[in-house]
């Protein structure tokens, strides 16, 4: 039986993300798919504070929601943001549940994982692999990048909600 | 206010996080990557192709006149074009696999493909 609690908090986390989403999408940018994720701060909270449905829940409707803020839903682009979002969020359930690495080490595994995804999908529909050798070395440094940042905003995030709740316990 | 100060159980980054950052290390290995062949195209249409490691010189006869290329020790540059801005000649010489030469005024490309056929050829 879920409880309401956490009903509220996945509506609250996947409001929250799909508004990052649209919002990202109004920073200029030099290419469509250079984009920082900032959504995915909070898939990624959801994941390790929560658990793998609450993640999946969280992920898919920022790419729902968010396509449509940002008026994107129904394209291509859709498709690789549900594809990668999905993928990544099992692959960093795995690393979390393994308890060897920390939260860069699982957030950059997640970034690296969604842009390998969305390069093969995007080979598979629209193009030949061999035209994104060479844009995959740009990708791959961008999503380290990414990653290593959302890592750091979500470890900030997770100890300001860890300590926001002893305190609420431990008063009440 | 002494529990707020409460060890956190999250580990912003562990030992082993690193191997993440591997694919990184193996892209900029690969970066460099030596040419086998260099292939000469005049107006768009490919006219010759040398290895590398041949040493000539010898001229191309394009829109404004001949120019002369020369491939050294593994090294192609245009030694000499009848262009006005000679922007190729200041190019100097290329040696990596990707790598081009371009002189548009005369209409001649000098390009670096591997021994295979790659994502540059097709």
Request: charged letters at 20%; one cysteine or more; proline letters at 3%.
């Amino acid at each position: 039986m879920v409880s309401q609690n956490k009903i509220g908090r996945i509506i609250l986390l996947s409001s929250l993300s799909s508004i990052l989403y649209g919002i990202e999408s109004f920073i200029p940018k030099p290419f469509p798919f250079l984009r920082i994720g900032l959504g995915n701060i909070l898939v990624l909270f959801s994941i390790i504070n929560m658990g793998i449905t609450s993640g999946i829940i969280v992920g898919v409707s920022k790419s729902i929601i968010g396509g449509l803020l940002s008026g994107t839903f129904l394209t291509p682009s859709t498709i690789l943001s549900i594809t990668g979002t999905l993928s990544s969020i099992v692959l960093m359930f795995f690393l979390k549940n393994m308890k060897v690495f920390g939260i860069i080490g699982i957030s950059t595994a997640g970034s690296i994982m969604n842009t390998f995804v969305q390069v093969l999908v995007v080979s598979f529909i629209f193009t030949g692999l061999s035209s994104l050798i060479y844009l995959l070395k740009t990708l791959l440094i961008f999503s380290t990048i990414t990653g290593v940042i959302i890592g750091i905003i979500t470890f900030y995030l997770l100890e300001s909600f860890e300590r926001r709740k002893y305190a609420i316990e431990s008063f009440s | 206010m002494q529990g707020l100060r409460k060890k956190s159980r999250y580990h912003i980054i562990k030992p082993l996080d690193i191997i993440f950052f591997f694919p990184l290390l193996f892209l900029f290995l690969k970066t460099q990557e030596e040419g086998k062949k260099v292939e000469i195209f005049v107006d768009g249409k490919i006219k010759y192709i040398y290895n590398l490691n041949d040493n000539r010189t010898f001229e191309v006869e394009g829109r404004l006149g001949n120019s002369i290329i020369e491939i050294k020790e593994g090294k192609v540059r245009m030694k000499y074009s009848p262009c006005p801005d000679k922007l190729c000649m200041k190019t100097g010489y290329i040696k990596n696999r990707g790598e081009s030469i371009i002189c548009v005024p005369n209409r001649v490309v000098i390009r670096i493909r591997g021994d295979d056929i790659d994502g540059i050829t097709e």
